[in-house]
């Protein structure tokens, strides 16, 4: 592949900055890193939270996207999963491999990691280049439009799952990628999930109740019964003491997100009785491998609305706005 050859991207400037369209050179693989040749990429709230400046970009201008399916063309092959055939890259792009978080299986945690979209440029690109540790090798037959929402949506929610331990009752506030996702996961497990979407939004609760869901109502509703358990993916601070309030005692609420706008304060009789509230922060490769391996025995299936590249400012102000339901994938 010639230095002189580019590719269409899409680069943001910096915080509150426009999505622009540019001809970027077509990076080559250095040792240990691979050339992904990008057939889908998903929109994440994240790529939001970075547009509108709430997470630090690195190093601007910098091209967003960290749902990335494509095919290798140059390069080393992917470290985790099946070998051959598509491969994916998360969020969690590169970690120092020797902090005690990296040593102790808690590489999400790691403070010198680098993110995808982020820190390192990622997939709302015709080409993208990735550290061949932090790539998956994707199962036989999943579509790249299908298999890009697992990549963040799907991992960030299974590993908040996890945190719920054997909850069996499960509430999931904000009903897009992530949760649709998730539902799926939750209901073939034998839980009884229940939706809270933005107050009004019958489209999202019906979508809710197709997938599964035992309620689906307001964020503000109380359930008709108390929950062992419940994921915030909703960035909204607001939402925690009506999730606590929710929580049986013994419970857990799990925010997923990485960035929240302010939570409240409220009394203390919310948390009492062995209630908890964590936080889930990045994936680790183990995340990614067991997830791959257990989405196509739900079957997963990702209800999605496609963009094509030069609309990706228009997917992240649909996504704002609650335009579509499931998620969103860029085509190149």
Not at 179 to 201: C, E, K, M, N, S
Not at 299 to 325: C, H, I, K, N, Q
Request: proline letters at 8%.
């Amino acid at each position: 592949m010639g230095s002189l050859e580019t590719m269409r991207a899409m680069v943001l400037d910096g915080p509150g900055r426009p999505l622009r369209e540019a001809r970027l050179p077509i990076p080559g693989p250095g040792p240990g890193q691979t050339l992904i040749r990008v057939r889908a990429c998903g929109v994440c709230r994240t790529d939001l939270h970075l547009l509108d400046g709430e997470v630090a970009l690195t190093d601007p201008p910098r091209v967003l996207g960290h749902q990335i399916v494509g095919e290798v063309v140059a390069g080393d092959r992917p470290g985790q999963g099946p070998a051959g055939g598509l491969v994916g890259v998360p969020w969690l792009g590169w970690t120092c491999g020797v902090c005690e978080y990296c040593t102790s299986g808690r590489e999400n945690l790691c403070p010198r990691a680098r993110f995808t979209g982020k820190d390192i440029d990622g997939g709302m690109a015709e080409y993208t280049l990735a550290d061949a540790r932090y790539c998956f090798g994707l199962p036989a037959g999943l579509e790249p439009i299908q298999a890009a929402p697992l990549l963040c949506a799907g991992l960030i929610g299974y590993r908040a799952l996890r945190m719920c331990g054997d909850a069996q009752t499960l509430g999931l506030y904000g009903f897009g990628a992530a949760a649709h996702i998730l539902a799926q996961v939750a209901v073939w497990q034998g839980r009884r999930v229940f939706a809270f979407t933005r107050a009004g939004d019958e489209a999202a609760q019906r979508f809710a109740l197709d997938l599964g869901a035992v309620w689906a109502g307001a964020s503000e509703d109380a359930p008709p019964e108390q929950l062992q358990a419940s994921i915030l993916f909703a960035p909204v601070g607001d939402l925690v003491p009506g999730a606590l309030r929710a929580t049986a005692p013994g419970g857990t609420v799990v925010c997923g997100g990485i960035h929240m706008s302010d939570i409240p304060s409220f009394p203390y009789e919310l948390l009492w009785h062995e209630r908890s509230l964590r936080s889930v922060a990045n994936l680790t490769r183990r995340d990614g491998v067991e997830l791959l391996e257990l989405a196509p025995q739900v079957p997963v299936r990702s209800t999605v609305t496609r963009y094509e590249l030069a609309e990706a400012g228009r997917a992240l102000e649909d996504l704002r706005a609650g335009a579509f339901t499931g998620a969103a994938v860029i085509v190149p």
